[in-house]
């Protein structure tokens, strides 16, 4: 498992646990057996291949592709666009896209926020 936090500069593969609190200037792929997560910002393009998945908590500049059989969870901020070739994405509530999300292939759901429950009145 590997946490990075400060500034990297140039391209990155990942094919282990690999969080990222810090910055990243450059383009992001997570190989197959890579597992990442990013809570910082990237400067770039996210590319998730097959057996690859991602969490996004944090900021990618560019755009981020799901690739067949990768798993991609969709929490944060997106600057271009979402594009998913045949992987499985979840975008959640809280997901923000400034691009567009192009489902292409694959399975995308996009997740509700669950209803506000009221509360029950006791009986008189």
């Known amino acids: 498992m590997r946490e990075v936090r400060g500034q990297i500069t140039g391209d990155l593969v990942i094919s282990e646990l690999y969080t990222l609190w810090g910055r990243l200037a450059g383009n992001v792929t997570v190989a197959a057996g890579g597992k990442f997560y990013l809570r910082g910002s990237v400067f770039g393009n996210l590319t998730v291949e097959a057996d690859g998945r991602a969490h996004i908590f944090g900021n990618l500049q560019g755009r981020l592709?799901?690739?067949p059989g990768a798993k991609v969870i969709h929490g944060g901020i997106v600057?271009?666009?979402v594009i998913?070739?045949?992987g499985r994405l979840y975008v959640e509530p809280s997901a923000n896209t400034l691009g567009k999300v192009k489902a292409k292939e694959g399975e995308t759901v996009f997740q509700r926020e669950a209803p506000?429950?009221?509360p029950k009145r006791k009986p008189r």
């Open 116 to 118: 506000a429950k009221t």
């Open 65 to 67: 592709i799901v690739m």
């Open 84 to 86: 998913n070739r045949g």
């Open 79 to 81: 600057g271009g666009d």
